[in-house]
């Protein structure tokens, strides 16, 4: 079993930055992928970047260059660093887990971009 915990959602401005943090509490070193996922308000989850154990990295196409995920097997944790946000990356941001076919999920954080 794998808990996962998000931090580092909020509010930012059209332009701006926000960096989100996963916090897991096993060691994720021989995890398959860690990635993180969003949800919009009536649209369905949807992938957003992901880093695999053997560190490959794959990004859904709409945050290509602007969000970069950094996977840390020391410190079991993976973050996702957002620039140049717009309103449509409004979600709830969820960390993943996904190993051996057995997916675990955070409890979400909700980033609101907004001026």
């Known amino acids: 079993q794998v808990q996962l915990v998000e931090s580092g959602g909020g509010l930012a401005q059209p332009g701006g930055s926000l960096r989100l943090s996963c916090a897991a509490s096993?060691?994720?070193?021989?995890?398959?992928?860690m990635g993180w996922y969003r949800q919009a308000p009536g649209k369905q989850r949807e992938l957003v970047a992901s880093?695999?154990?053997?560190?490959?990295?794959n990004y859904a196409g709409s945050v290509n260059v602007r969000f970069t995920i950094s996977r840390d097997n020391a410190k079991n944790t993976v973050d996702l660093q957002m620039n140049s946000l717009k309103p449509e990356d409004t979600a709830v941001y969820y960390c993943?887990?996904?190993?051996?076919?057995?997916?675990?999920w955070g409890k979400g954080t909700l980033v609101t971009v907004s001026s």
């Open positions: 993943n887990a996904r190993n051996w076919g057995e997916n675990y």
């Open positions: 096993t060691s994720i070193f021989h995890i398959d992928v």
């Open positions: 880093s695999s154990s053997g560190g490959n990295t």
